[in-house]
Structures are given as structure tokens and as C-alpha cells.
């Protein structure tokens, strides 16, 4: 599959039997502690993260891994990301935003559609509930202004399994950011994963941390990108969920269908692949 976002001829947005859509953007896995849960990831996939960002009001920060879909191009712009409490912040803020994760898990994940505005329309017409389209911008210090879209949804859909669409515009992709590697992150970088709610920049990576021109497909700290190898969803509703992933990750490609298991509760899971072998993340239990 060609590399989403480089120079490759374009794709048809539609799943592949991973269950990975050509829109797949990040994948996002919630830690009931930063510090403690970025060194458990790291410890069980023998990956490196980066420092991402604050997330004021939010209550929460995030560490960023370089994630690569099987069969996809090392300069593809996707990424994980792993978010947790700030403890520079009021506990109390991070406890509403991860409720329910008392273990690392996997929280949620978006998609990049070619058109937000599109998508959204096709959402509105099947009945999909995908929440409500945020403008966000923030002033860069050189004077400069970012401006990117998201959806939200409180709470997840279908426990996270539906993703939420972003639209990054003109502001620098994340996993574009951790290629580069160098420089200041707080004036290179664009916001800070703001679909939990990190309307900041991406501060707090030293270009120490994240080394020196890195590599496409290599972490700033000289390791290889972990791989996703699929997503498989799950809910007690199976042509439900498919046909929201359809409308919401398929952008109605011809032939784009996805593949639900029947389940008592909702969500999906991530295998991923890295340095340590196969790491599976699994949304909690929980009933809609």
C-alpha cells in the first residue's frame, strides 16, 4: 500500500483485511499514569517514545511512538499515541477524560478523510453519530498561526471502536514531527493530538530526545517504528458498527466493508508488532 501523505499515487480509502483503513491517522492508548505507563509500553514492545505535550484544562499529556501499518510506506503519517494524567495538573481533570482505565489500554483511534466536511455530510445522512466538528487554531511564537478540525464524541462511540476524523490542514502532521527529530518541537511541531483535548503544541521533546535527523520509519531514538498489523472491532451490534466504520473510514470507497465480531460490549483491538514480538491492545469492558 502506498505511503498515505508522501508522494505515491493515492489510494482508495477503503479496509483492508487488517481492518486498517488508507485513512488510518494515530492510534491512541490511555495509561492510568504517565511515567509508569510509557515505561510499561516501552518495557512490553521494546519501542521508544518521545515527549509530546500538555493538555491544559484536559488534565492529561501524551507520549508519542512512531506507528507504521503492515505494507505501508516508512514516511506514512501515522503515529500511536500514549495518554495519561499530567501531574502538573489537577488530577481531578484527567480522572474525567480517562475513567475507566485503571491498566494501559487502548483507548481510541481517527481517521484522516480526504474531506472532513464530506464525510460529515455522509455521516449526517446514514444517521452516524460522530458528535460535533471543533475548528481549533493556536498562535505559533514566531507569529504564525495553525489551524486543524476534529470530531468528538462524549462518550466514544461503540467504546471506541468508531474513530473520530481529523483534519490537520496546514499544520505539521505529528508523525512527520517525529521524523524530523530535530530543531525546536515547540515551534516545528503542530497541536498536540488535540482529540483529547490538547490544544498545545507539542513541548517538551529536547532535541536529545528525539535525535538527530532521524530517519523515516526510525524514532528520534534510533528505534524502528512498531507496525500495525490490524484493528479488529467488536459490538453487540455488528452491521451497526460496520456501517458507521463504512461512512466514517471507508468515506464510502466501492467495496469498503469492514468486519465486526458479535460481542456483548463494544470496542476493538490493536495487534501490533515490534522489537519484542506481538503486543495486543484491547479497549476495557464496558457496557454503551
Known amino acids: 500500500m502506498p505511503a498515505r501523505g508522501g508522494e505515491s499515487e493515492a489510494v482508495p480509502a477503503r479496509p483492508t483485511a487488517s481492518g486498517i483503513p488508507s485513512t488510518f491517522d494515530h492510534l491512541v492508548v490511555a495509561v492510568p499514569e504517565l511515567a509508569a505507563g510509557v515505561a510499561e509500553f516501552e518495557e512490553l514492545t521494546g519501542a521508544k517514545s ?25 514516511d506514512s503519517l501515522t503515529y500511536l499515541e500514549i495518554l495519561g494524567p499530567d501531574p502538573a495538573q489537577d488530577p481531578a481533570l484527567a480522572a474525567a477524560q480517562l475513567a475507566g482505565f485503571d491498566r494501559m489500554a487502548a483507548q481510541r483511534w481517527a481517521v484522516h478523510p480526504d474531506d472532513l466536511d464530506a464525510t460529515v455530510a455522509a455521516a449526517d445522512e446514514a444517521g452516524v453519530d460522530y458528535g460535533a466538528v471543533f475548528d481549533m487554531a493556536r498562535d505559533t511564537p514566531e507569529g504564525g498561526r495553525l489551524e486543524w ?20 490542514a496546514e499544520s505539521p502532521h505529528p508523525a512527520r514531527t517525529l521524523r524530523q527529530g530535530a530543531g525546536d518541537p515547540a515551534s516545528a511541531a503542530g497541536p498536540s ?26 524514532s528520534g531514538a534510533g528505534e524502528a517504528a512498531l507496525t500495525l498489523e490490524r484493528l479488529e472491532f467488536f459490538a453487540p451490534d455488528p452491521a451497526a458498527l460496520a456501517a458507521a466504520l ?6 464510502g470507497a466501492d467495496g469498503g466493508s469492514f468486519t465486526v465480531e458479535e460481542a456483548a460490549c463494544p470496542g476493538f483491538r490493536a495487534v501490533l508488532a515490534g522489537p519484542r514480538g506481538e503486543t495486543v491492545l484491547e479497549t476495557p469492558v464496558r457496557q454503551e
Open 149 to 168: 478540525r476534529l470530531t468528538r464524541r462524549a462518550p466514544l462511540a461503540y467504546g471506541g471502536a468508531q474513530p473520530f476524523l481529523i483534519d490537520w
Open 193 to 218: 493530538t488535540p482529540e483529547a483535548g490538547g490544544f498545545a503544541p507539542e513541548t517538551g521533546a529536547s532535541a536529545s530526545e528525539t535525535g538527530s535527523a532521524a530517519a523515516p520509519g526510525v
Open 50 to 74: 518521545v515527549p509530546g505535550g500538555s493538555h491544559p484544562g484536559r488534565g492529561t499529556a501524551n507520549h508519542l511512538v512512531p506507528l507504521i501499518p503492515r505494507g505501508w510506506g516508512a
Open 246 to 251: 463504512g461512512v466514517l473510514a471507508a468515506s
